[in-house]
């Protein structure tokens, strides 16, 4: 067997440091990818919690506000009703 020149050994050993490297970036480039991946996913769900949170806090909100219309309703109607009676001269 010949022996290897400095040029043949140099060239073989950039050989497989470029075989190396390759594998180092694909096994980089697929931890990426699966981060990506799982994170997109997370982001998608989460704001669609949120809005399932924020609809349903101003379901709440509307129902509280809504109950408190009524009740001022009621009062001012009662208020107005005692109001009347009392002005109205008896016959």
């Given at each position: 067997m010949a022996?290897?020149?400095?040029?043949?050994k140099a060239a073989e050993t950039v050989g497989f440091g470029l075989?190396?490297?390759?594998?180092?970036?694909?096994?980089v480039k697929t931890a990426i990818g699966g981060a990506v991946?799982?994170?997109t996913e997370v982001l998608?769900?989460?704001p669609a919690k949120k809005?399932?949170?924020k609809a349903a806090k101003k379901a709440v909100a509307k129902k509280a506000s809504a109950k408190k219309t009524v009740t001022?309703?009621?009062?001012?109607k009662s208020?107005?009703?005692a109001a009347k009676k009392?002005?109205?001269?008896r016959r």
């Amino acid at each position: 067997m010949a022996k290897k020149t400095l040029v043949e050994k140099a060239a073989e050993t950039v050989g497989f440091g470029l075989a190396m490297a390759e594998d180092v970036a694909g096994t980089v480039k697929t931890a990426i990818g699966g981060a990506v991946t799982t994170v997109t996913e997370v982001l998608k769900k989460a704001p669609a919690k949120k809005a399932a949170k924020k609809a349903a806090k101003k379901a709440v909100a509307k129902k509280a506000s809504a109950k408190k219309t009524v009740t001022k309703k009621a009062a001012k109607k009662s208020v107005k009703k005692a109001a009347k009676k009392a002005g109205r001269p008896r016959r």
